[in-house]
């Protein structure tokens, strides 16, 4: 079974500063896609990053960026130069790949809170 | 704004009512999808349909009932629900249903079984 799991409930960081947010899953398989995304208190929930299992490179989008540890199954996020509108919640999901559809398994979530 | 709308926002029914969510999307999109969120729990897919086609089901309860009537419209029935049922109810869509794809979200509707 593919599981998602952020290890962190809620995390804080100051205006200005970097946080990273862990997500580690477990799959048996080769090729897959994990995504990090974010949910305001608006509720719309927001792409922020994706990652392809089979590219070495991390992926980077503006602030955000990603270390993908393949071996380690790890997938954590960073924010750089952290803003207030950052403040949301953020899944780790892991694309399940079957014949038929695709599933997005998700994390339990991580609370972070951008201090001013 | 993701390009994908859910109407209503908020919804409040009781057991015995029947009521339906909606779902549109305006990205030209082939698969659309529900999902339940609920307090501390993680995201949980429950149908798919890609092409109009259901592909999936994931245990549902036959009180939720989906209906796909083209790839753009998405809505969800719901009857005789129960408390536990109160929760964010997400639509999605993605390009062409394959694992390839990036989902987008809609903004969710909030139901409330009293």
């Known amino acids: 079974a593919q599981t998602v799991t952020q290890s962190q409930p809620e995390m804080s960081v100051q205006e200005a500063e970097t946080v990273t947010l862990s997500c580690t899953y477990d799959t048996s398989e080769n090729n897959y896609y994990l995504f990090w995304y974010k949910q305001p208190p608006s509720r719309q929930m927001i792409l922020v990053i994706r990652?392809?299992?089979?590219?070495?490179q991390n992926a980077t989008e503006n602030r955000f960026s990603v270390n993908f540890q393949k071996a380690a199954k790890s997938f954590s996020l960073k924010i750089s130069d952290s803003q207030l509108g950052d403040t949301a919640m953020y899944f780790c999901a892991f694309m399940k790949h079957e014949e038929y559809g695709n599933k997005l398994v998700f994390g339990a979530g991580t609370i972070l809170r951008v201090k001013s | 704004e993701t390009g994908v709308t859910q109407t209503p926002r908020h919804l409040v029914m009781g057991m015995t009512n029947k009521k339906s969510l909606k779902c549109e999307q305006h990205?030209?999109?082939?698969?659309m999808y529900w999902y339940k969120q609920s307090a501390k729990k993680p995201l949980e897919l429950m149908f798919v349909y890609n092409f109009k086609e259901q592909t999936e089901n994931n245990s549902v309860p036959s009180r939720f009932s989906p209906e796909c009537p083209n790839s753009s419209h998405l809505f969800l029935h719901l009857h005789t629900l129960q408390p536990e049922d109160s929760a964010l109810y997400l639509c999605?869509?993605?390009?062409?249903?394959?694992?390839?794809?990036?989902?987008?979200f809609g903004p969710g509707t909030r139901l409330t079984v009293l």
């Open positions: 990652q392809e299992a089979y590219k070495q």
């Open positions: 999605a869509s993605s390009p062409t249903g394959t694992y390839t794809d990036t989902q987008y």
């Open positions: 990205l030209g999109h082939n698969a």
